[in-house]
């Protein structure tokens, strides 16, 4: 298992991304329905659910198992606004690539500041418009592990 979330206001629904896919539960894990048959690839480390929406989710997702790089080189935002029935990819604002970084479990968060990632390469990338546009935030950092952020 790579990661488990949910939303405050809804916490009988969890999303989970492992090393087998990415799945839901309506049920607070009795059961569980694949959701990764529109992400070009179903592997990868981050899922994030949006802070004022409990059916939109985001992933980064990444080659394989074997190869632990962002899906065709480049970095890609998916985002489903109906609890991971369909996915939509976002990535203007980000690098067009080759780029060689995963993003791991704890890298990405979203809040109402907006959702944010960062890569193994010392990137940060923020949105402030649900995901659709990327700014860069940071360069030059060691490995980002964990990004959190919070409207002060």
Not at 29 to 37: K, L, P
């Amino acid at each position: 298992m790579h990661k488990v979330t949910a939303h405050p206001g809804r916490p009988d629904r969890l999303f989970l991304q492992h090393h087998f896919g990415v799945y839901r539960s309506d049920d607070f894990g009795a059961n569980w329905t694949a959701i990764g048959g529109g992400l070009t690839s179903d592997f990868g480390f981050p899922i994030v659910v949006h802070p004022d929406r409990p059916d939109t989710v985001y992933v980064v997702p990444l080659e394989s198992d074997m190869d632990r790089v962002p899906v065709g080189h480049r970095y890609q935002v998916y985002r489903s606004d109906d609890a991971g029935e369909s996915w939509n990819a976002f990535g203007e604002g980000l690098p067009p690539g080759p780029v060689h970084a995963s993003v791991l479990r704890d890298a990405m968060c979203a809040s109402p500041a907006g959702i944010f990632f960062g890569t193994r390469d010392g990137e940060v990338y923020g949105s402030r418009d649900d995901g659709e546009t990327w700014t860069v935030i940071a360069r030059h950092l060691p490995d980002v592990l964990t990004v959190r952020a919070a409207v002060l």
